[in-house]
T-cell receptor, first 109, second 110 residues
Framework: EDKVVQSPLSLVVHEGDTVTLNCSYE??????LLWYKQEKKAPTFLFML????IEKKSGRLSSILDKKELFSILNITATQTGDSAVYLC?????????FGAGTRLTVKP | EAGVTQSPTHLIKTRGQQVTLRCSPI?????VYWYQQALGLGLQFLLW???????NRGNFPPRFSGRQFPNYSSELNVNALELEDSALYLC?????????FGPGTRLTVL
């Protein structure tokens, strides 16, 4: 059965810290892996990763995919309180998206 | 560019009732996905519509159904509501790869 597993489930850090969120997947017909940030309601798209070893960056956030080891990481440097959210990863094939349970990140002032 | 829109934003129903949720995708997007996010649980895939047809459905009973209209907007219908149907229902539209979510409809079943 296809599955997407995220770790840790929750994380508490202080402003300025760097965090690494993990996402491992076991899926058939893998096409891409996506990262989302969910604050109050709808998830907000962050990154889409399809190729192994190519880092995607957006400001303080970056992500990379390892298709051989079947995992992805999301890094956030110099964290701010506004980064507090649930971060979701999902595998996307031609049929549907399968989400992990998410990592709840809390950034304290 | 307008994003995905959903209506209503909140809904309160009682057990046994029926509910219809609506979603309008981003202009140009032909696929619409529905997800359920119950409290404390992850996003669960419900239904996928593309070009007016149901392409795939998740592990939900038949009382969850929907349709997609020629303008690519979509409805999600839930019959015989149960307490555990209380959740945030998210719609997403996609083009090529990646999905963009609407704000969701929060359904409370009493």
């Amino acid at each position: 059965e296809d599955k997407v597993v995220q770790s840790p489930l929750s994380l508490v850090v202080h402003e300025g810290d760097t965090v690494t969120l993990n996402c491992s997947y076991e899926v058939t017909n893998f096409r891409s892996l996506l990262w989302y940030k969910q604050e109050k309601k709808a998830p907000t798209f962050l990154f889409m990763l399809t190729s192994s070893g190519i880092e995607k960056k957006s400001g303080r956030l970056s992500s990379i995919l390892d298709k051989k080891e079947l995992f992805s990481i999301l890094n956030i440097t110099a964290t701010q309180t506004g980064d507090s959210a649930v971060y979701l990863c999902a595998d996307y094939n031609n049929n549907d998206m399968r989400f992990g349970a998410g990592t709840r990140l809390t950034v304290k002032p | 560019e307008a994003g995905v829109t959903q209506s209503p934003t909140h809904l309160i129903k009682t057990r046994g009732q029926q509910v219809t949720l609506r979603c309008s995708p981003i202009s140009g997007h032909t696929s619409v996905y529905w997800y359920q996010q119950a409290l404390g649980l992850g996003l669960q895939f419900l239904l996928w519509y593309d070009e007016g047809e149901e392409r795939n459905r998740g592990n939900f009973p038949p009382r969850f159904s929907g349709r997609q209209f020629p303008n690519y907007s979509s409805e999600l219908n839930v019959n015989a509501l149960e307490l555990e149907d209380s959740a945030l229902y998210l719609c997403a539209s996609s083009w090529e790869v990646g999905q963009y979510f609407g704000p969701g409809t929060r359904l409370t079943v009493l």
